[in-house]
């Protein structure tokens, strides 16, 4: 199973662009990266996922290396709604998924 | 699509009491998923159902925990004899598809405090 390593906490100010980075040197050729975005008292909610290069969706971007060891996830012009625990997750397959810390975003005005 | 659905929100019960949880996955997914959660911490996986089979319970915790889904809708998680330890957020997810680019829709989750 790939390993994920991502930094515990950021802050960040509103209207900036944040940049996560999860480092996964075990990837599988077959993985996929999936990010969640959790609240407090809810459940983590998918964001954005892929294999290669680059994905964007309305909500974030995605970005993967061609060596795959790592990815970025882009959320652009960040609000106080966006502050969360963010989670990186490779090969998300549910039994084989594994939840790590995350990374605590702190938005700040 | 509503959603998936988890009740109760919140379970305050003693020390030794039965609990059981109810969640109601997306109308269409076949898999579901129980997942507990300790303040600070990231989901830890317990079981997960294909439709109505088990197919991994080996990561619930002890033999006081047991899950059902009996016609493949709903599942059921049940503590038993719970204990202070067994406090946390307890979460359910669904999901289509078990390939590789599978997405987890979760619920809310329902926080339980033992006392």
């Known amino acids: 199973l790939a390993k994920t390593t991502q930094p515990i906490s950021m802050d960040s100010y509103e209207g900036q662009e944040v940049n996560i980075t999860c480092s996964h040197n075990?990837?599988?050729?077959?993985?996929?990266i999936t990010w969640y975005q959790q609240f407090p008292s809810q459940g983590p909610r998918f964001i954005i996922q892929?294999?290669?290069t680059k994905v964007t969706n309305e909500v974030a971007s995605l970005f993967i290396p061609a060596d795959r060891k790592s990815s970025t996830l882009s959320l652009p012009r960040v609000s106080l709604s966006d502050t969360a625990v963010y989670y990186c997750?490779?090969?998300?397959?549910?039994?084989?998924?594994?939840f790590g810390a995350g990374t605590r975003l702190f938005v700040k005005a | 699509d509503t959603g998936v659905s988890q009740n109760p929100r919140h379970k305050i019960t003693k020390r030794g009491q039965n609990v059981t949880f109810r969640c109601d996955p997306i109308?269409?997914?076949?898999?579901l998923y129980w997942y507990r959660q300790t303040l600070g911490q990231g989901p830890e996986f317990l079981t997960y159902?294909?439709?109505?089979?088990?197919?991994?319970k080996s990561r619930l915790l002890s033999d006081r925990f047991s899950a059902e889904r009996p016609k493949g809708s709903f599942s059921t998680l049940e503590i038993q004899r719970t204990e202070q330890g067994d406090s946390a957020m307890y979460l359910c997810?669904?999901?289509?598809?078990?390939?590789?680019?599978?997405?987890?829709?979760f619920g809310s989750g329902t926080q339980l405090s033992v006392l």
């Open positions: 109308s269409e997914h076949n898999r």
């Open positions: 159902f294909q439709n109505e089979a088990q197919l991994e």
């Open positions: 892929g294999y290669k």
């Open positions: 075990n990837i599988a050729t077959n993985d996929y």
């Open positions: 997810a669904s999901s289509q598809t078990g390939g590789a680019d599978e997405k987890l829709f």
């Open positions: 997750l490779v090969a998300p397959r549910g039994f084989k998924t594994i």
